[in-house]
């Protein structure tokens, strides 16, 4: 069983539809996706609508990345299987998600002032109706030439946290978060916690502090984490009494990775799922004619 437990459509700022990524992910031979947006969960019904029509059998598991910071550092959390309609975690992701606009238009400001002829047009067509964010105002980076890629958008030089055109933003206080996923009978695991190459991580000791809070996982496996971080990570998350997950953070074209570059082991999917009561996985039938 391939199971891949981080992933982004159009919803937020993968460049895939949720029902192009489910069917990505049968192509890509995994057996197991979770569809984790930024913050949002409106790419659930066209992803579920779309499993039957697969060529084989695609289990979705419903989740999302909430976006939070602590004393100055950002970070992610994956949040899987909760109650999408829990009034407590519903408010605090429309805080955040509705805080992106006025954020990514102050960076598109910003980059003017910095005499970029980037305009909220461009960005808002890059969008295309999913949740804005930093990936699709450094696509327009990428778009005008400005940079190489997406990942050199994110530097001190652009957008990188404490950036020249940086423009902070809503976020949760990941021990909320924690509390806010539980509560609503979700699992929470830190994303890429040791990604150093995104900026500044969240010390360890705040990892253990967010372990003995309720924290249920740390995704070890990961595309911004070198040979000898993953082993670390498998440790300290034996250390802590962790799960220790695995995934591909997939974004489409918007990053180089593809689908199943890192997989969860089965057997800690396993424990993600009989800990989960707010939401339950979604088997698709698959065998489209």
Known sequence: MRVDLHTHSTASDGTD??????????????????L???????GYAEAIGALDGLDR?????????????????????????FDPEEPELLAARELVRDDRVPRAKAMVAALRELGVPVTWEQVERIAAGGSV??????????????????SEAFTPQWLGDGGRAYAPKAELDPFDAVRLVKAAGGVSVLAHPLASSRGRVVPESAIAELAAAGLDGIEADHMDHGAATRRRLHAMA?????????S???HGSRKTVGLGAFTTDPEIYGEITRRATGAFPVPGAGGAA
């Open 248 to 250: 591909s953070d997939y």
């Open 133 to 150: 964010g930093r990936p699709h105002v450094a696509s327009a980076l990428v778009e005008l030439g400005v940079v190489g890629s997406v």
């Open 57 to 81: 059998p695609l289990t979705l598991v419903p989740g999302a990345e909430l976006s939070c910071r602590l004393d100055g550092t950002g970070l992610h959390l994956l949040a899987y299987l």
């Open 238 to 246: 034996g250390e802590l009494g962790l799960l220790a997950t695995g």
């Open 36 to 42: 984790t947006d930024h913050d949002t969960t409106r």
């Open 17 to 34: 539809t949720p029902a192009g990524l489910m069917r990505a992910a049968v192509e890509a031979g995994l057996d197991v996706l979770a």
